[in-house]
């Protein structure tokens, strides 16, 4: 909620639909839900890779980086997690509209604050892809040990153990990361955006 009344929106000479010219792109955010080890930041880092061999400019907004800046004052409340989503849409937003190729990878647990960023964007700007994962999946893959240390009542409102998770209804895509690979997913995933004009501006 804006708090102040005296603010005027400024408009710029140099339009969206001339940003994208010069990119030879749509600007887009690609927005990865997903529990923990799912592997949304995975695909995300090899969708950017794949996507900038092809002359694509990108930028990844990940969970666990933007923590460390921008929203180093949340935890992991409900009241928290969903301030954290409020601001990387709100990001995210300004990338897309820069014409930039927006990847973010967040557990963003709750479906009304996934929609919330939806509702800010313009019409086939938010692409929410869901990196399908199954708890067991998850946890076998955990290099940090989250999971276990959750089990043991060390991280309290662990998603998917303490807290709950709610998979989107309709996801533009869904990519099932327990019986496809890395590599798999971030093919789909660039069909999916070459079939829909994404990469052509």
Not at 49 to 66: C, F, H, M, P, S
Not at 161 to 169: G, L, W
Request: net charge negative; glycine share 10%; charged share 30%.
């Amino acid at each position: 909620m804006v708090k102040s009344k005296n603010l005027t929106w400024h408009d710029g000479q140099v339009s969206r639909d001339s940003r994208e010219e010069l990119l030879g792109q749509k600007g887009v955010t690609i927005w990865f839900t997903g529990l923990s080890g799912s592997g949304k930041s995975t695909i995300a880092v090899a969708a950017e890779a794949k996507l900038r061999e092809q002359g694509r400019l990108t930028y990844i907004l990940d969970g666990d980086n933007v923590r460390q800046g921008l929203n180093s004052n949340l935890g992991f409340s409900p009241e928290d997690r969903t301030e954290n989503i409020r601001r990387i849409g709100e990001v995210a937003k300004l990338f897309t509209d820069a014409g930039v190729i927006v990847l973010t990878a967040f557990i963003s647990p709750y479906r009304a604050d996934r929609d919330q960023v939806r509702d800010i964007m313009a019409g086939g700007d938010f692409l929410e892809v869901h990196v399908s994962a199954d708890v067991e999946t998850c946890e076998k893959r955990d290099v940090k040990g989250l999971y276990a240390k959750a089990r043991a009542g060390e991280i309290p409102e662990f998603t998917g153990i303490s807290a709950p998770y709610e998979e989107p209804e309709k996801p533009e895509v869904v990519l099932d990361s327990a019986a496809h690979s890395v590599e798999e997913s971030v093919d789909q995933l660039l069909g999916f955006l070459q079939d829909k004009g994404y990469l052509s501006a």
